[in-house]
């Protein structure tokens, strides 16, 4: 039996053959680009700001698989513009700035302590509590889809994206990443690992730091 190869172009990750390569069966994308949080794509412009939801951007050009990595082509570093003094103030606390509110690293409070004396009172924390419990049972449960322990399956852990069969899954099966990615500065990297690449070949190829169930299902 020939040995399987895994193929390297960007939004393939399939496994094929020399034997069997034929034009057409590779589905990829050319290089990403990262901009303000967005994550975008340069062959077809498609574009996400959650990374998950960025790498599940179905491939927008066919060819055959490589073992080859791609060479990304980077954008030339635009001039550095003069200087303007700002005279809006910086936010003071993680929860006023804007970047943090919508859910992006800032690098101003990454890992700023809360201010103690903002802390709710206790009866504040009881009615919130119980607003929670009440929208809880309100909510019915999701339906698990039941799925035969042979059929194959991809996991959507970060990091992951292995084929794999239920039969065969338990809980140190998958290598993977908790997340979430973290875009900062040109900076790439993990934040469950805290490990960081300059270029996305490198940042993709950071070793997963967990271990755990495959899951099919994993919440994006």
Not at 127 to 139: A, C, F, M, R
Not at 203 to 211: E, L, W
Request: charged letters at 25%; glycine letters at 6%.
């Amino acid at each position: 039996m020939a040995n399987l190869l895994r193929c390297q172009r960007i939004g393939c990750n399939a496994t094929f053959t020399e034997d069997d390569n034929p034009e057409g069966s590779c589905t990829y994308h050319e290089s990403p680009l990262f901009h303000d949080g967005m994550k975008e794509w340069s062959c077809c412009k498609k574009r996400s700001h959650d990374f998950t939801l960025f790498l599940e951007i179905p491939g927008c050009k066919t060819g055959k698989h490589t073992t080859e990595k791609p060479v990304i082509a980077t954008k030339p570093t635009p001039a550095p513009k003069q200087a303007i003094k700002s005279k809006t103030p910086s936010p003071a606390t993680k929860e006023s700035c804007p970047r943090c509110q919508q859910g992006f690293f800032c690098s101003d409070h990454g890992s700023q302590v809360k201010d103690m004396s903002s802390k709710p009172s206790i009866q504040a924390q009881s009615t919130s509590e119980e607003v929670k419990l009440d929208v809880q049972g309100s909510v019915k449960a999701p339906v698990k889809k039941i799925v035969d322990i042979n059929q194959p399956q991809i996991c959507k852990n970060k990091g992951c994206g292995q084929t794999f069969k239920e039969i065969d899954n338990h809980e140190t099966a998958c290598n993977y990443h908790p997340g979430p990615a973290v875009f900062h500065d040109r900076m790439r990297g993990w934040k469950c690992c805290d490990v960081h690449e300059k270029e996305f070949d490198d940042f993709m190829a950071i070793p997963p730091c967990s271990k755990g169930w495959h899951d099919a299902e994993a919440a994006l």
